[in-house]
């Protein structure tokens, strides 16, 4: 089916005197740099499920944002396959070490702790099985090779259970909303509402036919750059044409080649999940880890890290839509660690990286099929969906 007719989403987010859908729709008004950092955490293997091109009522995109502003369903079970190809290099299992002591906070150490033990979806192709019954009640499971690891809201309590480890991590909701999000980003919905958030007048939004996802009915919303410098070449939401729930998430790279990210259901259900879904009781033999306990702080914070955490304090961006740019400096000299302080990490590191130099000076610009980073020798960095020549020219800008 031929796309109908292009339409500009940017008047339904910003029109103050609309209806209370249009209204909230306004706060997806913010720079992509979000988007980038969010769909760069988990993606999903392409071609879910998809059949058919059913023949649905017209829509222009405003009206179809509006929709899915509106959109309220509070319940569902099904199954969401997740992979990602961000085009990382092969570390030999060190970027998991890496990602997994960066998501810790302070005094972390069990494996059951949802902050470390979801960026396993960082990388590979993943299977969730998902439930919801209102705000109070949610469940995720990912399912591995003879294992499972669940995260459960059940009123204030927040569970999360390592199968393979028999190790239980226990929250209360309002502990895990000051600290983390009780869910991670992991359905299409969690991403839809990220990406609806980078349109602006920066911005292309189309209604670009229809598909068939999970056997119901759907509308592709098509988010498109126009900016010239980002890595982003376009997002594609399925819109379920009843409930106006997304029901898959594709995020394609400029450079073209297969999805960064793309997230879909490849079953879904509206009816509601059992009771008995949402209770959880720690196994006989279970090593429990309370949140608060796990929060302590520890005695010392190395210096490094003391720098990183005063240059995250100082988080600026600069531009605006696609090409928004993340900077702040780590108040460290040689920005990554090197000599005494990092041994042969730096080297390490700095072998996957593209020596670049300008008026800023000299640095290593990392790069992924989406989301690229500069670190000069002075240590500030610079990082977002954007190209590795956009980068420099910000840190030459910033001299």
Known sequence: MAPYESDDAVGAARDEDSRSGRRKAARYAVPVAVVGVAAATIGLVPALADSGDPDLPK???????????????QQLSGTVKISTDLGLPDLGGLEDGLLSGTAQ?????SSADPRSKLTELVSGTHTLRVAADGPDRQKLSLVERGAEYSLIHHGKDVWGYDSKSNEVYHGTAAESGKNHRTEP???????????????????????????????????????????????????????????????KFTLTPRSGGAAVVDAGFT???LARPAASTFDFTPPK???VTEEKDAGKAPEHTPKHGENLARGLD???????????????DTGAEGGRPTGSQGG???GFLGSFGDQVSGKFGKGTVFSTRLVNALIT????VYAGAVTKDALVKAADAGK
């Open 185 to 247: 980003l992991a359905t299409p919905e969690d991403f839809a509402d990220e990406a609806l958030k980078a349109v602006d007048d920066t911005t292309s939004v189309t209604v670009d036919g229809t598909a068939q996802v999970a056997g119901r009915d759907a509308y592709k919303l098509l988010i498109k750059p126009r900016q010239s410098g980002t890595t982003v070449g376009a997002i594609s939401i399925a819109v379920d044409a009843r409930t106006w729930m997304p029901l």
């Open 105 to 109: 906070g302070p005094g972390d150490g």
């Open 344 to 346: 042969d990490l730096g």
């Open 59 to 73: 829509i222009s995109a405003r009206q179809l944002i509006e929709k899915m502003s509106e959109s309220d369903v």
């Open 314 to 328: 100082g988080l600026n961006v600069l531009g605006e839509g696609w090409t928004s740019i993340a900077t702040f």
């Open 267 to 269: 079953q879904v259900s």
């Open 285 to 287: 033999g279970a090593k």
């Open 377 to 380: 020798d002075d240590g500030k």
